[in-house]
């Protein structure tokens, strides 16, 4: 199949914005497109990743845990993605993250998250303390959010489905720091996704800014006086990025511009005007990002009347039933190896245990904290989430061969030890995939239905094993 031109247009507008570095710039689109993965590092498997999937050389600058990954390489297809070792994410995308550097135990939104990869980079950064916000509007895309916050083990977050004018409207000054990586235009996805190029017009920027500058205005409503916003598009345009900005500026003169500077390679730098940079495609590693950061230094047009108070999740949500607190604490010592969560509220029929949260009222909520488990009957079953969650919390596991793994994660039965009874986490490479449950000889297989998949059988004892056997 071939590779749709670049619009005519755009061509024209990169070559005036561009100037000189225009065909440099064009150049770089001929090349094959810059892929990264970002290691959790709170979930390491026993021996270092770069055993594990080969071409893992070069370190994204602008991000500690973020590596440059080959073309070729298979890396979503290994049992290690499924156990949320890593986030296949471009290595532009991880820039407005980082700089958001957001610290533990702040409250934190990223207000048009799917499918997760920034939010889950936010949350290694608050190491399961403070509160994140993960929402996303569109809700099969809030569901992949949900799905993905669930994989990396994050166990603090509170993931909603919901218009940022909603939100605004029930959370004003909540914030410490929010993240606003809007739809845009996608002029940095035309290498990747080419496809991109048939959806864009003369007209798209336009259209897509006066959406971009909505949102904003949502965002700037829920960040507290000091707190710092991230704003990030994957376009190149003008219209998108830099006027965007200047229009909020004026807008809001609460807010101001945040100098900094980007690392690059080989001891480069790239510093931010008036607040903002940009990462171009024939200048770095990557498929392009802008990115701008600003500070509240006032309340603007909000009085303290206004501001949010978090509430206990009991009260947020609902107070947790005394059969199911009696059914997770009979359960629990059977799972436990180490600190055990409180339960603390509920989200239906699902025990919780969460951090204190934002009223929600109105407000559809996909995820809350960490989800324990429900009752079937009198009989309590560990969801899903508390196998895949983050230390401090460890489980009795039973390890899988590389062949066993990918059985498992087919949704295959697999022998149980002799005497073996009970739950336990089928564990690879010393990282939990989920829930077994031994019982009549059988470790019978507890992977929820919905995520089983074909993955690459790897091989055992050897470095460079990213492919098939």
């Not at 979503?76 to 986030?87: K, T």
């Not at 864009?200 to 205005?217: G, N, T």
């Not at 995820?367 to 009795?396: E, I």
Request: with cysteine; proline share 9%; charged share 20%.
């Amino acid at each position: 199949m071939s590779v749709p031109p670049l619009p005519a247009a755009y061509a024209r507008r990169m070559r005036e914005q561009l100037g000189d570095n225009a065909d440099a710039y064009f150049a770089a689109m001929e090349q094959p497109p810059c892929r990264g993965l970002r290691q959790n590092p709170y979930k390491t498997p026993d021996r270092p990743l770069t055993t594990y999937l080969d071409g893992l050389r070069t370190r994204v600058p602008w991000q500690e845990e973020g590596w440059l990954l080959p073309p070729e390489s298979r890396a979503g297809a290994h049992p290690l993605h499924e156990a949320g070792a890593y986030y296949l994410q471009e290595p532009s995308a991880m820039l407005p993250a980082a700089l958001l550097a957001v610290t533990p135990e702040e409250t934190v939104l990223d207000l048009c998250a799917a499918p997760g990869g920034k939010s889950t980079q936010l949350a290694a950064a608050m190491a399961g303390q403070g509160l994140l916000v993960a929402n996303e509007i569109v809700p099969s895309r809030a569901q992949v959010l949900s799905r993905n916050l669930e994989r990396m083990g994050v166990t603090n977050a509170l993931a909603v489905c919901a218009d940022p004018a909603r939100l605004a409207a029930v959370w004003p000054l909540f914030f410490n720091a929010v993240l606003v990586d809007a739809p845009c235009s996608g002029e940095g996805m035309f290498r990747r996704h080419p496809e991109a190029r048939l959806e864009w017009d003369e007209a798209s920027p336009e259209r897509c800014a006066a959406r971009q500058r909505l949102i904003l205005e949502s965002a700037c409503a829920m960040l507290k006086v000091g707190g710092r916003l991230c704003y990030s598009t994957c376009t190149f345009s003008r219209e998108e990025n830099e006027d965007v900005v200047a229009t909020l500026l004026v807008n809001h003169p609460e807010l101001s511009p945040v100098s900094f500077s980007v690392p690059l390679s080989q001891g480069r730098a790239v510093a931010s005007v008036h607040g903002c940079v940009r990462l171009s495609p024939h200048e770095v590693a990557g498929e392009g990002q802008f990115a701008a950061l600003l500070v509240k230094t006032n309340r603007g047009r909000l009085d303290a009347a206004h501001e949010t108070l978090p509430l206990p999740a009991a009260r947020a949500l609902a107070a947790p039933d005394r059969a199911h607190i009696n059914a997770f604490n009979t359960c629990w010592p059977e799972l436990v190896e180490g600190q055990c969560p409180v339960p603390n509220a509920m989200l239906g029929d699902l025990l919780l245990s969460s951090p204190d949260l934002p009223p929600l009222s109105g407000v559809k909520v996909l995820r809350a904290g960490l989800a324990l488990g429900r009752l079937k009957g009198r009989v309590f079953v560990p969801d899903h989430a508390l196998a895949m969650a983050a230390p401090p919390y460890t489980f009795r596991s039973s390890p899988l061969s590389a062949a066993q793994a990918a059985l498992y994660l087919a949704g295959e039965t697999l022998p149980a030890p002799e005497g073996e009874r009970g739950y336990s986490t089928a564990a690879f490479a010393g990282l939990p995939l989920g829930f077994l449950k031994a019982s009549d000889g059988l470790l019978k297989n507890h992977y929820p239905k919905g995520l089983r998949r074909a993955v690459t059988t790897v091989r055992e004892n050897e470095g460079g094993s990213d492919g098939e056997e």
